[in-house]
């Protein structure tokens, strides 16, 4: 069974080259709505455990080092099958690799600096989402 939410944060650079408000623009042109929002500077322990999954991957520390370098937008989002559907809207994750149009393809600078985050998969789009965001503030 698929689920209808995903989580989603758009990454510092998205946000200091001025492209948070397309990017949001983007989500709900695609006919996603938002069940909670904020912007939020994360410290670098929190991007760590954040990002946890990865800790023994050779890219982690670059990764925790940029998560944590400005601030983010984290987003939960609903839609029909909305794990598989985001992760179309924002194509792949090195943007060299994203199909043209999609967020990533549009203004991702790198495969760290790539936009955008989206859940893999719904029992992650959960726990995700509620890494950032407690019962009172969603819809
Ligand atoms: P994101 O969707 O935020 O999830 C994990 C992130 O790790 C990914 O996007 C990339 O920004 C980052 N990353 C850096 N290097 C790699 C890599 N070689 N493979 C996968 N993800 C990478």
Same mark, same amino acid.
């Given at each position: ?20 408000g397309n990017i949001l623009a983007m989500i709900e042109k695609a006919g996603f ?10 410290? &670098?322990?929190?991007? %760590?455990?954040?990002?946890? $999954?990865?800790?023994?991957? @050779?890219?982690?520390? =670059? #990764? /925790? ?38 967020? &990533?393809?549009?203004? %991702?600078?790198?495969?760290? $600096?790539?936009?955008?985050? @989206?859940?893999?998969? =719904? #029992? /992650? ?15």
């Amino acid at each position: 069974m698929t689920g209808n939410r995903t989580f989603t944060m758009i990454k510092p650079s998205a946000i200091s080259a001025g492209h948070a408000g397309n990017i949001l623009a983007m989500i709900e042109k695609a006919g996603f709505r938002l069940l909670a929002l904020k912007l939020i500077h994360l410290t &670098r322990q929190q991007a %760590g455990q954040f990002y946890a $999954e990865h800790s023994a991957k @050779g890219f982690y520390e =670059d #990764l /925790t080092r940029f998560m944590s370098s400005g601030p983010i937008i984290a987003a939960i989002l609903e839609k029909e099958n909305a794990v598989a559907e985001f992760r179309k809207l924002i194509g792949a994750t090195d943007p060299s690799k994203a199909e043209p149009g999609t967020v &990533r393809n549009l203004y %991702g600078i790198s495969i760290t $600096e790539n936009a955008v985050h @989206g859940s893999d998969a =719904d #029992l /992650t789009a959960e726990r995700e989402g509620s890494f950032f965001f407690s019962q009172l503030e969603r819809v």
